[in-house]
């Protein structure tokens, strides 16, 4: 009653073969794109926790600071900022040149970039920069900085060792362009942000009094 067909079974067994090596076919290309999206996954990871490291490890820490007492007339104000600074614990290194200063008072907010003003990590003029004079000194854009101590291998202004030890100088009169600086009881804050987005804040405020202060007394901060 039933005929049997060998051709139609040869058919079916053909399309079955076509249809299961596309199956492969489809199969291995989704596994490649897996691999590949993978693979690039696994090095944004790797880019983006480098980079979160550098923004925690490579950034200076303050060890010290003090300013300096600035008489105009009768009155005292404090128109330097000292900051003795390093290398934070497992930090790269950190070249000021790349480094900036948020600087923030009652009245300015500035972002302040690295000039040097001395030679061979010698601390130059910090007094309002003189074009008709001797090209030096600072603008209210900029700061300066000197090496305490460079570990002996001339890197100024780059700190690349844990002994590394230089002196920002933010000279406020400039910043705040009245001539004096931050008067007693002024607060002012610091963002020292390297390259890398590593960030260090302190915040100050002047002395309360500074009566019987000298031009150029240091006072502790």
């Known amino acids: 009653m039933f005929e049997n067909n060998d051709a139609d079974r040869g058919q079916v067994g053909i399309g079955t073969l076509i249809v299961f090596i596309a199956m492969v076919l489809v199969a291995a290309i989704a596994a490649g794109v897996l691999v590949n999206t993978a693979g690039f996954l696994q090095a944004t990871a790797e880019d983006a926790g480098t980079e979160s490291v550098d923004k925690v490890t490579n950034r200076l820490d303050v060890v010290s600071s003090h300013g300096l007492v600035n008489q105009t007339g009768s009155d005292l104000a404090v128109d330097s900022l000292n900051l003795t600074v390093r290398l934070a614990a497992g930090s790269g290194a950190v070249n000021l040149d790349d480094t900036t200063i948020k600087y923030v008072s009652s009245s300015k907010a500035e972002n302040l970039v690295f000039k040097e003003t001395g030679s061979n990590g010698n601390l130059g003029p910090v007094h309002e920069y003189n074009s008709t004079g001797s090209n030096t000194g600072l603008n209210s854009t900029e700061f300066t900085a000197y090496a305490l101590n460079d570990d002996g291998d001339s890197s100024f202004p780059v700190l690349n060792g844990q002994a590394d030890r230089y002196e920002i100088v933010v000279n406020t009169s400039l910043v705040e362009q009245n001539g004096a600086g931050l008067s007693t009881?002024?607060?002012?804050?610091?963002?020292?942000?390297?390259?890398?987005?590593?960030?260090?804040?302190?915040i100050y405020t002047m002395p309360q009094q500074l009566a019987g202060q000298d031009d150029n007394d240091p006072v502790p901060l």
């Open 185 to 202: 009881g002024d607060s002012i804050e610091l963002d020292i942000t390297s390259r890398s987005g590593g960030s260090t804040q302190v």
